[in-house]
DNA sequence: CGGCGTTTTGAGAGAGCTCAACATCGGTGG
DNA sequence: CCACCGATGTTGAGCTCTCTCAAAACGCCG
């Protein structure tokens, strides 16, 4: 998923880093689209204003992330970004990627593979949050990410991360995964977790 | 986002339509991917099996929506797609489209925006279930989805079915709604909600 | 008219959120 | 080497809000 994966060094030669100041606006909606960008550091909002002038927030887009990948595909973009701390990001232009993907079938299809992918993340992290336990919330998520031997799960950052990720506060989860453990149900290593008993 | 927006004729003209039983197994992770199937009627559950046998379920694919986008560029399907309903397919091979896109690059972006769009569309939903009171929950729908107005929002089916779409029960939006209608917060016609005043 | 699904309102309980205090760990500088 | 500091991790108690269960009114269609 990450952009390596699919760009050519060619055109990521062509990316152009850019810094951002907290606060610093990266585009408006209704602006020309200028291409792809992707956060290097840093945290940027994808938000639009809405009649009564509030924001509306869409997106944070954080390390490592794409962002206007629709706007690849439209004249202007459609809602606003604005970074939210000290940020980088690089910019990939519209025409550059635009003209690969026409000439190397193969490299579209990357991009295409990595956004499928993406979508069905997306999904499955939505399906996630239908589940209204904090517990079946976190077997869900264990169960989905367990790695190949279907038992050991590697904690991508800190707890408090992954209570953002699976839209729990903090404190709950660190109070279910810790009656987990007390029921055997789990086992917690440092940035690990490995299930051990099938449950109910 | 509907699939007759990028798919050229002579590519649709070449989907096969499949009927299913409820509970009927369409594929199985690890089965051979014969392309991209879209769903015409009725609901398909995709879902992966754990370790101790339970179902851990990913999504559920209802009407206009397409399935195993991803596995058009992997050899063997990720998970299990189930009908949970009587179900009507229609199976677009992978072969014909890959070559397609390699073909028409204007097929390949627009395949590629639709799945653009659809991330965003995503991340916007997971955005939106971060925030935990329904009634804030619900006027950051109204205000994504406000028509060209940016007052008007029409409701793309019945109120039971928005209240999925919200993670909120049924009884939750109802409720909420007529608090916000009785607060003069929006006006309700059948089929619409305006909004009307700003709040806090 | 009768049946079915949606919409609506009621009451109660439970689960997670909020606020709060404290422990722990890693880095930083005196 | 130790004191300090910030962020992460942990536990406690109370409360609010939504979910759950229940029942009834409404609208649509055969």
Chains 1, 2 share one sequence.
Not at 34 to 41: A, D, I, K
Not at 137 to 144: K, M
Not at 166 to 185: F, I, K, P, S, V
Request: net charge positive; hydrophobic share 45%; proline share 3%.
């Amino acid at each position: 998923m990450a952009i390596a994966d699919w760009l050519p060094t060619s055109v990521r030669a062509a990316g152009i880093k850019r810094a951002l100041a907290a606060g610093q606006v990266l585009f408006r909606a209704g602006n020309r689209t200028e291409g792809l960008y992707q956060v290097l550091s840093g945290k940027i909002h994808l938000a639009r204003v809405d009649r009564s002038g509030r924001e509306v927030l869409l997106h944070i887009a954080g390390p490592d992330e794409t962002l206007a990948e629709a706007s690849l595909f439209s004249p202007t973009y459609h809602c606003d970004a604005i970074a939210r701390s000290d940020a980088v990001v690089r910019l990939y232009p519209q025409a550059a990627l635009l003209a690969e993907f026409a000439r190397h079938p193969k490299a579209a299809q990357a991009f295409m593979a990595m956004l499928a992918r993406q979508v069905m993340d997306l999904r499955t992290r939505l399906e996630q949050r239908n589940i209204h336990s904090a517990r079946d919330r976190i077997r869900h998520y264990l169960a989905v990410n367990a790695g190949a031997d279907g038992r050991t799960v590697a904690l991508p950052g800190t707890l408090k991360d992954l209570a953002l990720e699976l839209g729990l506060t903090h404190e709950a989860l660190y109070r279910t995964l810790a009656d987990m453990a007390a029921d055997g149900e789990i086992e917690r290593g440092r940035g690990t977790i490995r299930l051990l008993a099938r449950s109910i």
